[in-house]
């Protein structure tokens, strides 16, 4: 009520503001006009916006004030649908990176955490995103495991998300991967769906590839987006369905430039951006949500719709509403631009609060937003592995490889000779055919499979990784056994991320100690640590551009052709398991 | 669960949906498009649309089928807020009257019968509107008494409202009017905004000729629409602090024309169409929220955009996420039209029930929506007025006269030396000025104002009415005090409406039970009889064109310059209570 109060009498200029912006240039995405104001803000929030040059009031006044000189003041950005894990940053290391961009809201779906750790993954998520200058929300992860052919941590069901819609800083269902399971009206799998929307609450979509009378039942059931779109076919089928198109530009999907001629034709009210997976060499370099906004306007869309795009709209479709726009009583997050149509960010208000300068934080960042719990740099459990239980007993003849596209998450399934020894298939570098062993990292059952891979290139050695998706058990290509059941052991010693092992002695790693998927480095630090990695596995005759990158989809067992779980080979275009060699 | 695993089922094509429109010229709300298309229902919702000529899959098969021939297939229109009181109808006849007109969810503010009933006035439309071929919602009062020279039934506080906030039909509270009291942060105008806006609701603004920093508190304090706006620049303005433009066209309020350039313009998000009040001679003449489609697009705005601020925008605003466009999942409320530029209907669907074809209901009105209250019926309480209680006791000299300003509720303060006799203040028709009553009817308190009116034109006899807005008290104009005295208890007896009265005979009345407010005709009924009243008025030298309409709004203490309550003369320009004669 005193808020409230307070908030009335600063709009009528009753009470000083904590802080006014003179002679802004507003970029209005109610109106959808831009034109010179002056904003007024007390306790974080819009008290009021007057048009410059209106002289029948006297200006507002605070406790401080700044002359924007004409810079352009937009809402600040929003990303909304990511998964913070793919950024291998902790959130605060994140806002670090981002903030300084101009976002200051993100919609986190916490799906790797959720394999790994079930719902203390998420409890994570949301607990290290408090008391940073970046307001962070998530959608529940709707899918773990992703398949019955992964083993996460431990199964979620409705049981265990139900108690998290009640949090405000839930907004909804994650991605509804399980398209099948939708399809055929699966009880568990409506019973989420049902569960999210008796809260009020949104559901994401996850639909690639599906159209027509399907789509229609997968919107009908509930579904409210997509962000799998990849061409303006597609995209116009989800806005005629009445389906938010999230338009996403990932680093390795890129859908924008496909997308925007829909949003350039139509201009739909149910459209936004989202990064989706965002890798930190990428976030370093192009940026993040900020880059998509200057992409879609070098791509000729008006500016201040980009900037719809990437607040309003999005704020619109999780039901925040007092976000995403510059208006009285909404969340003064708020970037000043030197320039509109290149998007440069001059500076960063949150909460009504300078953040942000000159591509730098100017806030502190709380201790405890760094700190984690000791469950979380413990994730990694796979006992003590012998070489015989990575042996693969097999004979002469055909088997089925596991072959590599560059760039792609999709592989192929090869059928090649056998390379043999002695009752054993083994790796056989000569011919590029790498043994793949796949190794259950939650609760050190020794389930572990195995199979051979052809594409990396790598000579010697072997690389390792503990980000696999999406049950990220670990996965490791090699050359040796013994380098294999090496990098197995450093990983777990480390407590997850990559590594590269030659001859016994590891040659670069990259600990993701945080659930074996996350550094607790800043971003520039890891993204050295990256190169490096690369760069050695390049020196070792890799000829993948990020091997650890590609070894992480390897395991992933709903995308074709051919994948290697801890259960087995998965064909998974029939979606089955099937046997090494017949 | 076995509902959403029908939907599916039938969105698939697996099951038959309830009823398929083939053929259809759809209008697309969500991506701005029309096409032709095939539409599923099942279970009163969208199960699925088909763009025609996607031959990829069977067409889908219904129970029932019905091929539309290329005819438009629009969602069907929501009014966003009208008071049911203005059109003197019931619900279920004013459902006669619009569903066939393709109106179908209507949100109402029941601001005269919570005047005149307090809380049982909410329930009782909250109630009648059950049952009906048209949904009901109800915003809930903010404002009774609309000002402390007004005597409603009983005050509403927020204790009062408050429990009505979990009722899933009630969608937030009505046009806070109290504007005084938002700007000056009275604790009970805060209260109701406040536990309004914890409940998840909307709370609409009413905001005449406010502007600038007033306006900026007024929308930061939590009022999120306006629907008093009469000019562009004022609609401009409400656009850029975000709040929701209520485009209104009532009977006498008509803003359509105005604003339209506007909307023309800035093709705002936040911007839907209201008829606020509507008489019902114009709902019976021009119609509903479908003249408002018809006039905006004979205006030159696009029909596409038209029928999406009658539909999907209204939608947005209540946040009644399932309806206002032709998507699956979304209630199948749908109009086909012969013609999409006039918006000539066809035929209306509800819950994908054919309920109005060629002008009518095809469906039956249940019995218990007919129904109403002994409470309802029995509302008028004076009690038994002497001739010596309307007695004006006064001097010779100048007295204030309210001045009537034809077709405008605003009124005049004049100044005429008085009619007097034997030390009374008298009505004296050769100069047109009657004499004016107003008789506080709730509880037989014999609380009376009375003063003088120019304007009538009336030569004999009273006119006298119970609609007498906000609360409704009786109000009657005469020349003579034996026909006044006689007008006001034939009130009494009727339970309320409208009389005229002659020499002590009933010459004309317009009975209105329900609440002394409304009637339980059907609308073409009533219309004759207000024409008659009307007629006979004429006849006696009325010069007003709805003399009742014009005496109803006598007593409304806040619209300048004069007004007269049962506790006397207001001059509303100075908020104060005025003595007749100095």
């Known amino acids: 009520m005193e808020i409230l109060q307070k908030r009335i009498k600063v709009a009528r200029g009753e009470l000083p503001a904590d802080l006014v912006l003179h002679n802004a240039r507003l970029v209005n995405v109610c109106s959808g006009e831009c034109y010179p104001a002056d904003v007024a803000i007390v306790d974080g929030v819009i008290a009021g916006t007057i048009v410059q040059g209106d002289t029948s009031v006297p200006p507002y006044r605070g406790k401080a004030e700044r ?60 607990e290290s995103g408090r008391g940073l200058p970046l307001t962070s929300y998530v959608t529940l992860s709707s899918c773990v495991p992703a398949s019955e052919f992964e083993s996460p941590y431990r199964p979620l069901f409705v049981d265990d998300l139900a108690p998290f819609l009640a949090d405000e800083r839930v907004l909804g269902l994650a991605e509804m991967m399980n398209i099948p ?53 597609e995209a116009r089928e989800r806005l005629r369905l009445g389906m938010w198109l999230m338009i996403r530009e990932g680093s390795a999907a890129r859908n924008l430039e496909a997308l925007l001629p829909v949003i350039k034709e139509l201009h739909p009210p149910r459209a936004f951006f989202v990064t989706d997976d965002r890798d930190p060499q990428d976030l370093t370099t192009r940026g993040h949500i900020d880059s998509i906004v200057r992409q879609a306007i070098a791509y000729g869309l008006d500016p201040l719709e980009a900037i719809r795009l990437a607040s309003y709209n999005t704020a619109q479709y999780f039901r925040l509403y007092n ?82 596209e560059p760039g792609q998450i999709t592989t192929l399934r090869l059928h090649e000779e056998a390379p043999y020894d002695h009752g054993e298939i083994i790796a056989d570098p000569t011919r590029d055919l790498l043994k793949l062993v796949v190794i259950e990292r939650h609760h050190a059952s020794k389930r572990i499979g195995s199979g051979l891979v052809k594409g990396f290139g790598l000579t010697r050695g072997a690389i390792a990784s503990s980000v696999a998706h999406d049950a990220h058990n670990i996965v490791i290509a090699g050359a040796s056994d013994d380098d294999i059941l090496r990098a197995a052991h450093v990983l777990q010693e480390m407590g997850g991320g990559f590594v590269c092992v030659v001859d016994g002695s590891v040659r670069a790693a990259v600990p993701l100690p945080i659930g074996g998927l996350v550094s607790p480095l800043p971003a520039a630090e890891l993204v050295q640590q990256l190169h490096t990695l690369d760069a050695v596995a390049s020196e070792l005759g890799c000829t993948l551009a990020h091997p650890c990158m590609t070894l992480s989809f390897l395991s992933l067992s709903v995308i074709p052709s051919l994948k290697l779980t801890d259960q087995g080979l998965i064909d998974v275009e029939t979606f089955t398991r099937i046997p090494l060699q017949r």
């Open 67 to 126: 002359d924007l000189q004409g810079k352009w003041l937009a809402p600040a950005l929003i990303d909304g649908h990511m998964h913070i894990e793919s950024t291998m940053l902790i959130l605060s290391e994140f806002a670090r990176l981002v903030v300084p961009r101009g976002v200051t809201t993100v919609i986190l779906d916490p799906h790797e955490f959720a394999n790994v750790m079930g719902v203390d993954g998420i409890r994570y998520v949301l």
């Open 181 to 233: 399971g939708v399809l055929c009206g699966d009880e568990q799998v409506l019973a989420k769906i049902q569960a999210t929307l008796q809260q009020g609450l949104v559901v994401d979509g996850h639909a690639p590839g599906i159209y027509g009378q399907n789509l229609c039942a997968y919107a009908a059931a509930g579904m409210m987006s997509d962000h799998e779109c990849t061409t303006p076919d």
């Open 323 to 404: 976000r995403g726009a510059i208006v009285p009583g909404f969340v003064a997050d708020m970037v000043v631009l030197d320039d509109l149509s290149t998007f440069q960010v001059e500076s960063v208000y949150k909460d009504g609060v300078l953040v942000a300068a000159e591509g730098a934080l100017v806030t502190a960042i709380p201790a405890q937003a760094t700190t984690m719990s000791a469950q979380m740099e413990k994730s990694i459990h796979i006992g003590n592995i012998s070489l015989e239980e990575i042996r693969i007993p097999g004979q002469p003849g055909l088997i089925e490889v596991i072959g590599i």
